[in-house]
């Protein structure tokens, strides 16, 4: 039953990343669920539960939402090593942590998958996508983290409640 949870989990996250929420932002930018996913999986139940998220999530995003195959799942593997390895050490488990963690992982993932793009040859203006295309999903994968955060919790306080 756990396992039929987590595949419908996926599905629902995969239709909100590819079709909700491109309805609802008319922009060239969009809040990244899968990266807020992996990120708060990777806090939440630690590297290995968070690598096999950020590949799976990785590997979908890059096969059937984006155009470059590698453009999301290396940075999601990156972010979550780096994460874990500091996790111990900054991580409190409130909300707002947990939102201000999304939005520094964002920033570092789109670092990442910029200088992906320069490498591979790409024309882009590092400030300029940047500005227009990782700032402005700050704001909303932090919003996407806190409520994340509070739907992780209350799942982890089931868990952990001994009857």
């Known amino acids: 039953m756990t396992r039929l949870a987590l595949v419908l989990c996926g599905f629902l996250i995969y239709f ?12 060239n930018w969009l809040p990244n669920l899968i990266l807020t996913i992996t990120v708060m999986v990777t806090l939440f139940k630690g590297r290995r539960m968070g ?3 950020a590949v799976v999530g990785g590997i979908v995003h890059d096969v059937l939402i ?4 590698g453009l999301h799942l290396f940075p999601y593997v990156i972010v979550v090593y780096l994460l874990s390895a500091v996790k111990h050490r900054i991580y409190e488990e409130r909300w707002y942590w947990s939102s201000a963690i999304v ?3 964002t920033l570092l993932d789109g670092l990442i998958r910029s200088f992906m793009i320069l490498a591979s040859g790409g024309d882009l203006h590092l ?3 940047l500005l227009h295309m ?3 999903v700050l704001f909303w994968n932090g919003v996407l983290g806190a409520i994340v955060h ?3 919790w209350r799942k982890e306080e089931q868990q952990d409640y001994i009857w």
């Open 16 to 27: 909100i990343q590819a079709q909700l929420l491109p309805a609802i932002f008319h922009t």
């Open 51 to 53: 690598l096999m998220v």
């Open 127 to 129: 400030g300029v996508y």
């Open 103 to 105: 939005a520094i992982c």
């Open 150 to 152: 509070g739907l992780l």
């Open 66 to 69: 984006s155009n470059f195959f």
């Open 134 to 136: 990782v700032v402005p």
